[in-house]
C-alpha cells in the first residue's frame, strides 16, 4: 500500500531560500450570528432534554430491555437480512446495469422490463406478493430438477430476502449503469487495444472504476435497507422492529421499546458507515494523489504536529 | 519492395452518421518503416489510425494489416464480421498509444503495464513483472513502477502508456498525437523514446504535429485534408518542397 503522506515543509524552505518577511498581523473578523446561534442551539437541546426527563418514559425499562435475548436476536436478523438482500440486489444490480448497456436488444429490453416493474412497485406489495404466491401457484414445479410445495419453500426468510433483494436489484442496477457510464471511454479504448475483450475489459477495467461512483450511494441503499427491513415483518420475519414492538405490546412499555429499536437502528448504521469509509479509501486509490486520512491516522498526525515535526 | 506491406489501405471510407470522414483513403506502409500522418485537425488523420487496430469500423474499401483483413473474414466474394474475441486477438499484435495516454488510473504504473500480457497473454506475473520493469528501464522510469498515473506528469504518463503498449510485443505500433496533450519541454523526452523504438525496427505509424520528428526520424510521411490523401513521400520532400497548393497553406501556418 503506497499511502504514506509526504508533507514537505514548504513554508520552512521559503524560509530558508527566499528573503525574509514579516507576517501580517490582523484583527481577524468577529462573527456574532456564530455566537447567538450556538446560544439558540443549547437551549433548544437543554429544554428537549427536559422535556424528555420530565415525560412519562420509564428510561430503566429502555436499559432493561436494550440487551434482552429476544431484541439482541431480532437486531440479529435484521442484520442478516439486510446484508443478504443487499449482496442480492448488488449482484442483479451489476446484471442488470451490463444487461441494460449491452448492444443485444432482447438483454436491454429484458433489463429495462425488470426494473420499471420492481422499482415502479412499492416493496410492501412486492413483499406481500411472495409471501402468499402460494394462492396462486400452490405448487413450484420446475420440472426434472426440483418441485416442492410453495409454503415449504417460501418460508419467512425468503420471502423477505426476494422482496427486498428483487427490489433493491432495480435500485442498484440504475446505480451500477451511472457508475459504468461514468467512466472514461478512453479506457475502454486502451483496454481493447491491449487485446481484452468485452467482457474483460468491464471487469478489469471499467468496474474497478465504476466504484468510486456505484459506492456512495451503495452505502447509502444499504442504509436504507437496514431500515426498509422493518417492512419484512408483514411477512413473519421477526427483526429488530417486530421483536422490540412484541415486547412493547407485552409489557405496554411501547415507546420504550421504540427507542431501543431506534437505538439499534442508529447503532447498526454509524457501525456500516465506518465500513462504508474505509471502502471508499480502498477504491480511491490511484484517483487523488493523497488518499483521506483515516481517524486513526488524523489522530496520529494531530499528535505529531502537537510535539513538533522534525525539520529535515 | 517485395515484402508485404504492413498496412495497406485500399480506398478506405468512413463516415459517423451523416459526417463523411474518410472519402477513399489509400496508402502503404512498409514493414520497420516510419510512418507519419499530417494534416489539419478533421482531416481525418487520427479516425483513420483507429480504423487500423478496428476501434472504427470501416464502411468501404480494403484495409488489411499484415495481409489480413481487419475486422472482415473473407470467405468466397463474402465478408463476415469477427467477433468480439477474432478482433481481440487482432489487436494483440497492434500497440497504440494514446494522445491523453489512457493510462488505467486504478493501477500503478508497472500494474498497467503488466495488465496485458497477464490478463490477455496469460503470462505469470513474475514473468510479466520483469518486463515491465525492463520496459520501465527502457522509457526511462524504472523508479516510477509504484506510481499511480495521478502522481506522474503528463510526460511520464505517456512513456508509461509507451511501455504498457510494448509490453504485448506488438509488430506495429500506433500513436495518436502522442505529444499534442503535453507541455512543451516534456514534449522532447516522449519523441526520444519513440526515435529509439524507430532504431530497434519497430513499424510505426504516427499520428503527429511535431514537424521536426517527421522530418528527422520519418520514412514516409502523408498530408491528408478532407478525408483523403493529398499528398504523400519522403518527409524531407514533403516537408521542404510541397507541390500542392493545401499542403504548402497547411505546412505555412505550422512551420
Redesign the interface.
Known amino acids: 500500500m ?1 499511502d504514506k503522506l509526504e508533507k514537505e515543509p514548504v513554508a520552512d524552505a521559503r524560509v530558508a531560500t527566499g528573503t525574509p518577511y514579516e507576517a501580517i498581523r490582523a484583527i481577524p473578523v468577529r462573527h456574532y450570528g456564530r455566537w447567538v446561534s450556538a446560544v439558540v442551539v443549547v437551549a433548544v437541546l437543554g429544554w428537549l432534554g427536559y422535556a424528555f426527563s420530565q415525560g412519562n418514559i420509564l428510561w430503566a425499562t429502555v436499559g432493561d430491555k436494550l440487551f434482552d435475548r429476544t431484541v439482541v436476536d431480532g437486531a440479529w436478523h435484521t442484520v442478516v437480512i439486510s446484508v443478504c438482500s443487499m449482496a442480492l440486489g448488488l449482484v442483479l444490480g451489476v446484471l442488470f446495469a451490463v444487461m441494460r448497456l449491452s448492444k443485444n436488444p432482447v438483454t436491454g429490453a429484458v433489463s429495462w422490463l425488470y426494473i420499471w416493474f420492481f422499482r415502479g412497485t412499492p416493496v410492501y406489495v412486492q413483499l406481500l406478493m411472495w409471501f402468499n404466491l402460494s394462492l396462486i401457484f400452490p405448487v413450484i414445479n420446475l420440472m426434472p430438477l426440483y418441485k416442492n410445495d410453495t409454503v415449504a419453500v417460501m418460508t419467512p426468510f425468503v420471502a423477505a430476502l426476494l422482496g427486498l433483494g428483487l427490489n433493491e436489484g432495480a435500485y442498484m442496477a440504475e446505480i451500477v449503469r451511472a457508475g459504468i457510464q461514468s467512466v ?1 471511454e ?2 475502454t ?10 467482457a ?1 475489459t468491464m471487469r ?2 471499467v468496474l ?2 465504476a466504484m468510486r461512483v456505484i459506492i456512495p450511494p451503495t452505502g447509502n441503499e444499504f442504509i436504507n435497507m437496514l431500515k426498509t427491513s422493518s417492512l419484512v415483518s408483514v411477512v413473519q420475519y421477526t427483526e429488530l422492529l417486530r421483536s422490540t414492538s412484541n415486547i412493547g405490546s407485552d409489557t405496554t412499555a411501547i415507546m420504550e421499546l421504540l427507542f431501543v429499536a431506534s437505538i439499534w437502528y442508529l447503532a447498526l448504521t454509524s457501525v456500516f458507515s465506518v465500513g462504508q469509509f474505509y471502502l471508499e479509501r480502498r ?1 480511491a ?5 493523497s488518499l483521506p486520512l483515516t481517524p486513526w491516522q488524523r489522530i496520529k498526525a494531530n499528535l505529531s504536529t502537537v510535539r513538533r515535526p522534525k525539520v529535515a | 519492395m517485395s515484402t508485404q506491406p504492413m498496412v495497406k489501405a485500399e480506398a478506405v471510407h468512413k463516415s459517423f452518421g451523416a459526417a463523411h470522414i474518410l472519402k477513399g483513403v489509400d496508402l502503404e506502409v512498409a514493414p520497420r518503416e516510419v510512418f507519419c500522418l499530417i494534416g489539419p485537425s478533421g482531416s481525418g488523420k487520427s479516425t483513420f489510425l483507429r480504423c487500423i ?1 478496428h ?1 472504427e469500423q470501416i464502411n468501404a474499401g480494403r484495409l488489411s494489416v499484415d495481409g489480413e483483413l481487419v475486422g472482415y473474414r473473407e470467405h468466397g466474394d463474402r465478408l463476415y464480421e469477427l467477433r ?2 477474432e478482433v ?5 499484435d ?3 498509444v ?1 494522445q ?1 495516454f ?7 504504473a508497472i500494474e498497467n503495464v503488466m ?2 500480457p497477464v ?2 497473454k496469460r503470462e505469470s506475473k513474475a514473468v510479466a513483472r520483469e518486463r515491465a520493469k525492463a520496459l520501465l528501464d527502457r522509457v526511462g522510469l524504472g523508479d516510477k513502477g ?6 506522474l506528469s503528463g510526460g511520464q504518463q505517456q512513456r508509461v ?1 509507451i511501455a ?2 510494448l509490453a ?1 510485443e506488438p509488430k506495429l505500433m500506433l500513436f495518436d498525437e502522442p505529444t499534442s496533450a503535453l507541455d512543451p519541454e516534456l514534449v522532447g523526452d516522449v519523441l526520444d523514446v519513440m526515435r529509439g523504438l524507430a532504431e530497434d525496427g519497430m513499424t510505426m505509424i504516427v499520428v503527429t504535429h511535431e514537424m521536426g520528428f517527421a522530418r528527422e526520424v520519418g520514412d514516409a510521411l502523408v498530408f491528408m485534408d478532407d478525408g483523403v490523401v493529398v499528398e504523400s513521400g519522403h518527409p524531407r520532400d514533403v516537408l521542404g518542397s510541397p507541390q500542392h497548393d493545401r499542403t504548402k497553406a497547411f505546412l505555412s501556418k505550422v512551420l
Not at chain 1, 479504448?189 to 468485452?198: I, R, S, Y
Not at chain 2, 489512457?102 to 500503478?108: A, D, G, S, V
Open positions: 503506497t472514461d478512453g479506457q479504448e486502451a483496454a481493447h487495444a491491449l487485446g481484452m475483450t468485452g474483460r478489469r477495467i474497478p472504476q477504491y486509490r490511484g484517483s487523488l494523489r | 487496430n476501434l468480439d474475441r481481440a486477438a487482432k489487436r494483440r497492434i500497440g497504440m494514446f491523453r489512457n493510462l488505467f488510473p486504478h493501477m500503478t495488465e496485458g490478463q490477455v509504484g506510481n499511480y498515473p495521478s502522481q502508456a504498457r503498449a504485448m
